[in-house]
């Protein structure tokens, strides 16, 4: 079993920046993928970032440039940074595990709000 707990999540003005974190505890194999979704009221979950434990990257366009996504392998942890936040992402960010190809848990999820 596989718990994730996500924390960073508030309230932000436009422009401004917040960091995601996520801890990962449980039976945690040494190949996997973390990343980070979201979800915006009426819209479906979409990918914002991921990152292998090999450290491989992949990011939605709509976030390159501005957020980043980096893990410490040793803690279970990753992190999503969010800069010139706008207020298109407001959404619910979830955390994501993916191991042993079928294998996928998730957090329960932290609001992101951006508004001034």
């Known amino acids: 079993q596989v718990q994730l707990v996500e924390s960073g999540g508030g309230l932000v003005q436009p422009g401004g920046s917040l960091r995601l974190s996520c801890v990962a505890s449980?039976?945690?194999?040494?190949?996997?993928?973390m990343g980070w979704y979201r979800q915006a009221p009426g819209k479906q979950r979409e990918l914002v970032a991921s990152?292998?434990?090999?450290?491989?990257?992949n990011s939605a366009d709509s976030v390159k440039g501005r957020f980043a996504i980096s893990r410490d392998n040793g803690k279970n942890t990753v992190y999503l940074q969010m800069n010139s936040l706008k207020p298109d992402d407001t959404a619910v960010y979830f955390c994501?595990?993916?191991?042993?190809?079928?294998?996928?848990?998730w957090g329960q999820g932290t609001q992101v709000t951006v508004s001034s």
């Open positions: 449980g039976t945690i194999f040494r190949i996997n993928t």
């Open positions: 994501n595990l993916k191991q042993l190809i079928t294998r996928e848990y």
């Open positions: 990152i292998t434990s090999g450290g491989s990257t």
